[in-house]
């Protein structure tokens, strides 16, 4: 059996944000897994980042992670009723190579009373999440629709990734 150990990359996050959140979800994927390999040259590494991303005025908005309950509330007032983008960067480094891939799926939420958000916010969920909200736990009552990969939205598009390693034994 193989063993995996997870070991949180210290990276500044915001100083790597980009306009693009595809772009960005990919830098941070690459720095992290870098991060981590330069403590672990003899393994393979692999670095992910989830970013949320929503259409505001005809620009594409990031949500990160909310720095308090209020912002964790303002950001669930704007996906509910929306359909916004989740998309994950991964990054596998391993001794031989480097490969970078983005995997993006669409989620809608439905309508939420104020009340509902002040709920969901209590319950605590929220606050270490971009967008404020987790697929797996008490937001998914919420979600009305998903298009493209569930895995991706939890964190980790894993039909990708098994494909990403697959392809490192050719």
Avoid at 94 to 118: D, H, R
Wanted: aromatic fraction near 4%.
């Amino acid at each position: 059996m193989t063993e995996f150990e997870v070991i949180a990359a210290d990276v500044d996050e915001d100083a790597l944000t980009v306009d693009d959140p595809e772009q960005t979800a990919r830098i941070l994927a690459r720095e992290k897994a870098l991060t981590v390999f330069a403590e672990h040259r003899d393994s393979i590494v692999i670095g992910g980042d989830t970013v949320v991303a929503l259409e505001i005025d005809g620009v594409m908005t990031q949500l990160s992670k909310p720095v308090d309950k209020a912002d964790a509330a303002r950001m669930l007032g704007l996906l509910a009723g929306n359909t916004h983008v989740v998309i994950t960067g991964v990054c596998v480094k391993w001794p031989g190579g480097i490969s970078v891939f983005a995997e993006k799926s669409e989620v809608t939420f439905g309508k939420m009373s104020e009340t509902q958000i002040a709920e969901y916010v209590e319950m605590g969920e929220p606050m270490d999440k971009a967008g404020a909200y987790g697929l797996q736990g008490g937001a998914r009552k919420y979600v009305t629709q998903i298009r493209g990969d569930v895995e991706n939205v939890i964190g980790l598009p894993v039909e990708r990734l098994r494909e990403t390693l697959r392809d490192l034994n050719k």
